[in-house]
């Protein structure tokens, strides 16, 4: 997801080049603060930056001031149409509004139509978060991004709706190894579903290739090796992504349901069920996007380097 959001390493000294600096990075970008700024706020960011390529900034502006403004236009708007991006789907408005989804697909005890409506919303909240910070430069078919949404809701729910009808007709497994097998249900399905949605959207630069660099930013041609690079680890991303979010909570409300206090007040376990799955995502979003640098190089037959532009999730 997110390719033009995060296509400009916004920090100084080659900050993102390093695993850490990514994640410093993709702190801030996520930065949930973000979601109460002003219209009044943004306005006075946006007239500041704007003063500052003009070379008309008032005395007394620092640095700092610059990138707080940069990164609250970046939180807000959209690079290449200039528009707001609703709130729910700002990447500052990932973790906050799709831990409620993140809680639903790991509520134990689900029905089959219950199964089917949390993974339906979830791949459904992730295409909306694609959509609305698209790389937006040049125009796509919706057709593509629809195809993507299909696929990833098709591929979801079958996967989940099979693996809970499997469980549920598995003889050998007690009632409690039941329960706790399918609250793993969802990490395979959602992996599955998010390695389909990146197949389908991008398949056609296999055949196509995409655009690679020299070392001054300039445009050398297209490679179907870097195309082939970029959606590898694209995919690989978008599998680790959901991995600490959908399999670290179930482990730890296995272990915490056990203790006194939530054996006593079992009205407390949905409420510590979410606090835990919003601090396991919290975690991993900055984690799994920061694995690898949004530039990466790729070595051409001859020796020649090229930079490749990668899809962050």
């Known amino acids: 997801m997110w390719d033009k959001m995060f296509s400009v390493c916004l920090p100084p000294y080659s900050i993102c080049d390093t695993f850490f600096g990514r994640f410093r990075h993709f702190l801030d970008v996520i930065d ?71 809680v639903g697909l790991l509520l134990p005890n689900q029905t089959l139509a219950s199964t089917i409506f949390w993974q339906w919303l979830n791949q459904s909240h992730n295409a909306c978060v694609n959509y609305c910070n698209r790389n937006a430069s040049q125009p796509a078919p919706f057709s593509k991004f629809f195809q993507g949404y299909l696929g990833a809701v098709s591929s979801a729910v079958s996967i989940a709706v099979g693996l809970n009808l499997l469980i549920r007709r598995a003889s050998g497994f007690s009632p409690t190894t039941r329960l706790l097998v399918q609250r793993f249900i969802p990490f395979p399905a959602v992996a599955s579903a998010n390695v389909c949605n990146v197949v389908l959207m991008r398949h056609s630069e296999l055949s196509e290739g995409i655009s690679v660099l020299d070392d001054s930013g300039n445009t050398v041609g297209t490679s179907k090796i870097a195309a082939r690079h970029a959606l590898m680890e694209t995919a690989l991303t978008r599998v680790v992504l959901p991995m600490p979010i959908l399999v670290l909570p179930p482990l730890i409300m296995t272990f915490l349901e056990k203790l006194p206090l939530l054996q006593r007040q079992r009205r407390l376990i949905l409420p510590v069920h979410s606090l835990v799955c919003l601090a396991a995502f919290g975690l991993a979003l900055p984690l799994a996007i920061s694995i690898f640098p949004q530039m990466s190089e790729v070595l051409h037959t001859g020796s020649v380097s090229s930079a490749t532009e990668r899809d962050s999730t």
């Open 32 to 102: 949930p603060s973000t979601l109460f700024v002003s219209e009044k706020q943004l306005q006075e960011c946006i007239q500041l930056l704007d003063r500052f390529k003009q070379g008309t900034l008032p005395p007394g502006v620092t640095d700092a001031q610059l990138w707080k403004a940069q990164k609250i236009k970046q939180a807000i708007v959209h690079p290449d149409t200039g528009e707001k991006v609703f709130m729910p789907f700002r990447m500052s408005g990932f973790i906050p509004f799709g831990t409620p989804v993140v």
